[in-house]
């Protein structure tokens, strides 16, 4: 009998167990506040689609939603850390030596991002003493935030763990976030618009500044960076 020889193939769709331990405590995440949030996540994922729902939800402010929008803030801020873990591992012309580096770097990157920007925009508040629309700034665009994570995870675990879908979410995953920012912004505007009594001149203006400008400058801090 001809013995047969056993080639090892290294699996292109699961080849990082760091992430994959880092996609399962997400989802473990995601299923605690599914669970215990129930009605929560409804709310969020259906204020995305009407600003009436939008501005009623934003009148809640019982103990409860405080704890799931923490909670879902977390989940939001794992979700985009893996999506610039993956910018930076794949996109960025580096050759990285360990998944730990790159994941590293992604979480410095994306939470001093979140927290220059948030900084930023309570700086302007207080600037331009609009520290009343800047808090319903942060109200309506969490919900955007939130509302993207769930919408973006699946892809997530498509392009880590299935190779033939990968170019497939990738593209999905681009369309979503550009529907996403358009919507961040747009909910911007409204804040000032129909909220704050700002003429829409203004109300476009102050969403380029607390939003398109922090955004291209992160951009380009990054690129000289790397």
């Known amino acids: 009998m001809k013995k047969e020889l056993l080639i090892s193939i290294p699996r292109d769709d699961f080849n990082s167990p760091i992430i994959a331990i880092y996609l399962l405590l997400s989802l473990l995440l995601l299923i605690y506040i599914s669970f215990h949030y129930k009605l929560y ?14 501005k009623n939800f934003n009148k809640e402010d019982s103990n409860v939603s405080k704890k799931a929008s923490v909670w879902f803030n977390l989940f939001f801020l794992m979700s985009a850390n ?4 993956f910018c930076v591992k794949y996109v960025v012309t580096l050759n990285w030596q360990s998944d730990w580096v790159a994941l590293g770097l ?27 629309i800047t808090r319903l700034y942060f109200s309506h665009t969490s919900i955007r935030d939130k509302g993207f994570s769930v919408l973006v995870f699946p892809l997530l675990f498509l392009f880590e763990f299935n190779a033939s879908l990968k170019e497939f979410s990738v593209v999905l995953g681009v369309v979503i976030l550009f529907v996403y920012l358009a919507f961040r912004w747009i909910s911007g505007v409204l804040v000032g618009f129909k909220l704050g009594n700002i003429p829409f001149f203004y109300s476009i203006l102050y969403i380029c500044t607390l939003e398109i400008l922090p955004f291209g400058i992160a951009l380009k801090a990054l690129g000289k960076i790397l």
Do not use: D, H, M
């Open 82 to 85: 893996l999506i610039v873990y």
């Open 41 to 54: 996540l409804k709310n969020i994922i259906l204020s995305n689609f009407s600003f009436r729902l939008l």
């Open 106 to 132: 992604s979480t410095l990157i994306t939470f001093s991002v979140f927290l220059i920007k948030f900084a930023f925009k309570v700086f302007l508040g207080r600037v331009f003493k609009t520290q009343g």
